[in-house]
């Protein structure tokens, strides 16, 4: 099976960067997305980046032109970059994979456990 395990969260001043990582375990056949979410507390999970297997990528209005979402297929890392972060980008951050795995024969959606982000005023 497939397991997703994100790290670099923490804590930021607002104007700052961090790098958050998403790294894969498990054989994994195909991919077909892979997307970035994010969750403040009293608040609906959303979207944050999109990168399908064609390469393409998609942001929320939110975080256009400061987030930038990547991969490393060497590494089987999937990567979040923010830049300029704001207050309100605090929340927890969940990887999300919707991959074949080896010897499997459909997609499957697979998350991580999330890191916090927080990010002060």
């Known amino acids: 099976q497939v397991q997703l395990v994100e790290s670099g969260g923490g804590l930021v001043q607002a104007g700052g960067s961090l790098r958050l990582s998403c790294a894969a375990s498990?054989?994994?056949?195909?991919?077909?997305?892979l997307r970035w979410y994010r969750q403040a507390p009293g608040k609906q999970r959303a979207m944050v980046a999109t990168m399908t297997s064609g390469g393409s990528t998609n942001y929320a209005d939110s975080v256009k032109g400061r987030f930038t979402i990547s991969r490393d297929n060497a590494k089987n890392t999937v990567y979040l970059q923010m830049n300029s972060l704001k207050p309100e980008d605090t929340a927890v951050y969940y990887c999300?994979?919707?991959?074949?795995?080896?010897?499997?024969?459909?997609?499957?959606?697979?998350w991580g456990k999330g890191t916090l982000v927080t990010v002060s005023s």
């Open positions: 498990g054989s994994i056949f195909s991919i077909n997305a």
């Open positions: 999300n994979a919707n991959v074949m795995p080896t010897q499997d024969f459909r997609f499957r959606d697979y």
